[in-house]
């Protein structure tokens, strides 16, 4: 099966600094990746779409500045959450769709990546 | 805009009995339907999706889903629930030949013994 990671699962940091999550595609490439933000029993939202080599495009409200993402391989995607504050805590989750001829209709998530600010 | 809706948001079962999840999806062009699960502190597993053909759909762990087009729905049923089916179960929308996805707020699944 397809396997997407994400690194770390659980991270905790002071208010102001900056935290790195890490996306990767273990045993496939992956066209576009994507990243959401679940709050404590709620939905999804997706944050952003990032393809490789690209910029991402960031859905509506989401502010670009705080969120950075690189998307630097075809198996790689780094989400920065930059200058963290406590509202900023949240599980964040990657996924990623595999570069394939035709629409297969499947997303691979990763495990998810429980931030934390101090 | 696409949107989901999952009436639910807890539903309890016991063991061996039947379920279905309820899920309403609004859209003014044509989507493509899925169901996924998250087990605790997991990323989501994709359970089953209607993308065209039959409308019931069969997926892993003897979940089916039935789309119902003049309802706008997509509900997933199980004739006989188990103990491990306990998790969150999300149903998401996907505009035609696009990954991005629109997921519902999700329908916590509690199977007790």
């Known amino acids: 099966g397809a396997v997407v990671s994400q690194h770390p699962s659980w991270v905790i940091c002071k208010s102001g600094t900056s935290v790195k999550i890490e996306c990767r595609s273990l045993d496939f490439q992956a066209t576009t990746m994507f990243w959401y933000r679940q709050f404590p029993k709620q939905s999804l939202m997706l944050m952003a779409t990032?393809?490789?080599?690209?910029?991402?495009?960031?859905e509506q409200g989401v502010e670009k500045d705080k969120f950075l993402i690189n998307h630097a391989s075809l198996t790689l995607s780094t989400l920065t959450v930059t200058s963290a504050h406590p509202e900023d805590s949240s599980f964040y989750i990657c996924s990623a769709s595999r570069l394939a001829e035709g629409y297969t209709g499947e997303l691979f998530f990763g495990e998810g990546s429980r931030l934390t600010v101090l | 805009a696409q949107s989901v809706t999952q009436l639910d948001s807890q539903v309890p079962v016991f063991e061996e009995a039947p379920v279905e999840l309820r899920c309403n999806y609004s859209s003014s062009v044509s989507v493509y339907l899925f169901w996924y699960v998250q087990y605790p502190n997991q990323g989501l597993q994709l359970l089953l999706k209607?993308?065209?053909?039959?409308?019931l759909v069969k997926g892993i762990n003897g979940f089916e889903a039935e789309f119902n087009k003049s309802q706008t729905s997509f509900h997933l049923r199980k004739p006989s629930v188990h103990i491990s089916d306990t998790a969150e179960y999300f149903c998401a929308v996907s505009l035609h030949n696009t990954d991005k996805l629109i997921f519902g707020t999700g329908t916590r699944l509690q199977v007790f013994p």
């Open positions: 990032s393809n490789e080599g690209s910029k991402a495009t960031y």
């Open positions: 209607y993308l065209s053909g039959s409308t």
